[in-house]
């Protein structure tokens, strides 16, 4: 093999193991990204029970939440409406939410739990939370 030659193989091999680490890089990506889904359901698992809450309008959607007595929620609050909302449920309160904005709060169910909305004449108008035990 002249000089030529070698440098040529040598080039088509390099090209041949890229591609052999780009087909496999694409075939492991998904699992990374599954391994990396499970872990994140374990850390819910160890933080409680994920909960989505929807701010429409004067409204909380849901506005009964069911759980067991000693259960840790991890809330999560988006305001959907178009005025300004939040939530205070137990000893916790999110921030004030915009519209379009979300936090959450995690609380420990108790008996007659109510949360609402401090936003003047809200409450008053139905802008409530019940948790109900089951
Ligand atoms: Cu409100």
Known sequence: MDKQTQ???FALLG???????????Q????????????????QQAEAGRA???R???LSFVPDV???SPGQTLDIEVHNT???THDLVLGSQRTALLAPGQRDHIRITVHQGMRGWCSLPGHRQQGMVLDIRLR
């Open 65 to 67: 939440i069911e759980a």
């Open 51 to 53: 909960v989505q809450v």
């Open 15 to 25: 090209l041949g193991i890229a591609a052999v680490i780009s087909i496999l890089a």
């Open 55 to 57: 701010i429409e309008g």
């Open 27 to 42: 075939h492991l990506a998904p699992q990374l990204v599954l391994a990396d889904q499970q872990a994140t359901h374990t």
């Open 7 to 9: 440098n040529f193989t």
């Open 81 to 83: 409406g178009d005025m």
